[in-house]
């Protein structure tokens, strides 16, 4: 069942992980220093996230993108192959 | 020293131009990528046709809203850094819709699902579970329109109008709208609205600190202020949460907010009408843009704080701000765009709830052969009772905190989340087990919440936590034993008329996400 060329791409999927791991736990963050521009550590910290969650949930985006992947697919669904159809749901 | 609500013609005029402009788009909007508004797809979804960026513009009008701009303020102003958990919140969301909400779109997009509830119902063959679903969606919403309404009331009242009549007038004109127009025109509208909130944002966070003399003081004076005030469950404000309890409270709230914000009718409304997956899917990369808006609105407390003003009800905070430091005219624009900012998620939820009783109780239990203009037509009237509905919860519940009416509907969303999001990876649940977790959960969560006077959190074991998390640890906790029980007493439960294949364009069929495991 394991389609080979997907396992390596779904991998990427873990990274979404990190910002929970960064922002759920507040021990590591509820501090006032260091301080930067005036803004404690606590807001800073959370702020500084906001790119790093962007460049990796764009990063993961990127790898997981069926049109980079290589070509061939037999199966494209016929959704993806026509993203303009007004109505979908004639596939039931 | 106190802020006078005292109405100025310069103030009122630039508001009401801006007012006057979005309402001509909201009824132009019928005709913007024209199609047949008397069936639901077209009015209620706006065709599924919308792209990368104005997607980007509908879901951030859908999630950025009054919470953004008078609740999250509020609280900062009231009780400190409690109340900066919706930054981790709109943070965390994104990755974790990047899991699951292209699989809703792709499967939505196959089988012709327009609302939660339709998926749930194909995907487990039950017409109770999906009834639990669109009963929980309608109910959940109703609070948060009311939060919208608080928003708009509050700017309106800072202007020095008084009554009830303003806001009528203003809902009379989004319903006409959304009711003509349908999704068209909040989509439309979210272009102007997000222009001028990012100006009064903009200015606000530039021009403020610089006449506090800068971010540091501000945070000092907040450090120094904070301590002496007091949170409604009695803990005193503080600038960086201390204790493992005000810890527990801070991580789950943004958590539970972020499980429940993609299950709202009308979240899933903004993903649905958008043209395919990777559209989706890119703007869970980019809708964090608006994130830093939200922290550097939420700031603003602070900034109240800092700035000495004597504010009775803290939903004033950001309007008393305003008025302090800008100039009438600028108050007016950042009014309009806060009001705005308000009426554009109000017009969907409203499309989203009424997508939702039209789909999965009018047309499921009421008139089964109802045809598709008589079901666009039932979605249009109902999205104009749905708002009367959300009336009653700002006349009948305490809104000292506006928040706590978007954390009340976030308890009873995230009880769908079983059905819903494992849903989408996994059909492992039992329909019945499902259900009856749910209802424990909605039970449970409502009695929870009544009984703390709708406070958030809720203490158990020596752990604070959102009562929205308690009450799903309970449902899963029921659905999952009801399900294995079920299973071992060989009772079948088999329906299912997805199949692998229509929920993923990157796998090939029969591979179970890995990634289930991590959404629970």
């Known amino acids: 069942m394991e389609g080979r060329r997907d396992t390596g791409s779904r991998r990427w999927y873990w990274l979404l992980l990190l910002p929970f791991v960064g922002l759920l736990i507040p021990p590591i963050y509820a501090h006032e220093d260091p301080e930067l521009f005036g803004f404690p550590f606590f807001y800073w910290y959370q702020f500084a996230w906001v790119p790093i969650s962007v460049a990796i949930t764009y990063f993961v985006y990127s790898r997981t993108r069926t049109r980079e992947a290589p070509s061939g697919r037999a199966e494209r669904p016929p959704v993806e192959a026509e993203p303009g159809r007004p109505t979908p749901g004639d596939g039931s | ?520």
């Open chain 2, 1 to 520: 020293m106190t802020v006078e609500h005292e109405t100025k013609t310069a103030t009122i005029v630039v508001f009401l131009a801006l007012f006057l402009l979005v309402t001509v788009l909201g009824f132009v909007a019928a005709r913007w990528r024209r199609g047949d508004l008397k069936i639901l797809n077209e009015w209620g979804l706006g065709g599924k046709r919308f792209g990368t960026v104005v997607t980007w513009f509908l879901l951030g009008g859908d999630i950025y809203t009054a919470y953004t701009f008078i609740a999250v303020p509020a609280l900062m102003f009231g009780v400190g850094a409690a109340g900066f958990f919706a930054l981790p919140y709109t943070i965390i969301v994104y990755p974790l819709a990047f899991l699951f909400m292209g699989r809703l779109w792709s499967v939505a997009a196959r089988k012709g699902y327009v609302t939660p509830a339709d998926f749930v119902r194909g995907r487990y063959g039950s017409h109770g579970l999906a009834l639990s679903v669109a009963f929980t969606g309608l109910l959940a919403t109703m609070p948060y329109i009311a939060l919208q309404l608080i928003g708009l009331q509050v700017v309106i009242e800072a202007m020095g109008v008084e009554g009830d009549w303003p806001i009528i007038v203003a809902f009379l004109i989004l319903a006409l709208y959304t009711y003509n127009s349908g999704l068209r025109a909040p989509a439309l509208i979210s272009l102007v609205k997000d222009l001028s909130i990012y100006i009064t944002v903009i200015v606000a966070v530039i021009y403020i600190p610089s006449k506090l003399g800068g971010y540091g003081e501000i945070f000092d004076a907040a450090g120094q202020a904070l301590p002496d005030k007091e949170s409604p469950t009695g803990t005193p404000g503080s600038l960086i949460p201390e204790g493992a309890s005000a810890h527990t409270a801070y991580a789950t709230l943004a958590f539970g907010s972020a499980l429940a914000l993609f299950m709202y009718p009308h979240v899933i409304t903004g993903v649905l009408s958008s043209k395919s997956q990777d559209v989706v899917r890119r703007n869970m990369a980019i809708l964090p843009a608006y994130t830093l808006m939200l922290g550097l609105l939420a700031l603003l407390g602070y900034m109240a704080i800092a700035a000495g003003l004597q504010i009775d009800d803290p939903n004033f905070a950001v309007p008393d701000l305003m008025i302090h430091y800008f100039p009438d005219w600028f108050e007016g624009f950042a009014f309009a765009a806060i009001g705005i900012g308000a009426l554009v998620p109000a017009a969907v939820m409203s499309i989203a709830a009424a997508n939702l009783f039209t789909r999965n109780i009018y047309k499921e239990y009421l008139r089964k052969d109802a045809s598709d203009q008589e079901e666009a037509q039932t979605a249009r009237i109902t999205s104009l009772v749905v708002k009367v509905g959300a009336l009653a919860f700002v006349l009948f519940l305490p809104n000292d905190y506006a928040i706590d009416l978007q954390l009340l509907g976030g308890v009873w969303i995230c009880q769908t989340l079983p059905a819903l999001v494992i849903g989408l990876f996994t059909r492992w649940f039992d329909r019945r087990a499902l259900l009856l977790g749910w209802f424990v959960g909605m039970v449970f969560g409502t009695i929870v919440a009544a009984s703390q006077e709708f406070a958030p959190t809720w203490e158990f074991l020596g752990i604070t936590a959102y009562t929205a998390i308690w009450a799903l640890a309970l449902n899963f906790l029921i659905s999952g034993a009801l399900t294995l029980a079920l299973r071992s007493s060989g009772a079948g439960d088999t329906a299912d008329e997805t199949r692998p294949e229509d929920y993923d364009e990157l796998t090939e069929a029969g591979q179970p996400a890995p990634v289930a495991a991590k959404t629970g």
